[in-house]
Structure formats: structure tokens, C-alpha cells
């Protein structure tokens, strides 16, 4: 398990998940520690239309266009505080 992780967990923000890294309001939280992991990231949230969170470093944060970001996913840092909320899907 990252550590990036371990701190979601221990914020009391983000739940545990068997398929996702974690939950959060509900929606599915991946990790990208860096950029190499992004794609990655990414990929993994089209499954579910994009409607979830990012979770990366805020330390991080400036490494990510987080405008781009926000128009696929919501993006939370390491601490499970909201950088951008995500979208919802319309029922």
C-alpha cells in the first residue's frame, strides 16, 4: 500500500474499496503519486465515465493542469481535502 494512500485512509475521508483505491462522497478515488502514474490513473476512472476522484500530492499539485483534470474527475490531496469537486452523473 502507498503511503499516499495510508494517509487517505487515516484522513477518515475516503473509505476502503476491493476494486477502487478508495471511496469518496460515494465516487471511486484513484492514486497518481506523479505523472507517470496519471495515464494510468485516468484510464482506470473512463470505466466508469470519468465520474470519480484523483488523489495526488498537494505537494505534487503543480505538476498536474489541474483545469484538464478537473473536466474528467474531481481531484483530492493526500489529506482527503477537495482540490476540485468531481462531476455527478445525471440520473
Do not use: H
Not at 19 to 44: F, H, K
Not at 54 to 68: M, Q
Request: a positive charge.
Amino acid at each position: 500500500m502507498s503511503s499516499l494512500k495510508d494517509n487517505l485512509l487515516k484522513s477518515g475521508k475516503v473509505k476502503s474499496s476491493e476494486e477502487w483505491d478508495g471511496i469518496y462522497d460515494e465516487l471511486p478515488v484513484v492514486i497518481a503519486e506523479d505523472t507517470s502514474s496519471l495515464t494510468e490513473a485516468l484510464q482506470r476512472l473512463d470505466t466508469v465515465g470519468g465520474y470519480g476522484y484523483l488523489a495526488i500530492w498537494k505537494k505534487n499539485l503543480f505538476l498536474f493542469n489541474t483545469k484538464l483534470l478537473s473536466k474528467r474527475c474531481g481531484v483530492i490531496d493526500e489529506n482527503g481535502n477537495l482540490l476540485k469537486a468531481a462531476r455527478v452523473p445525471k440520473n
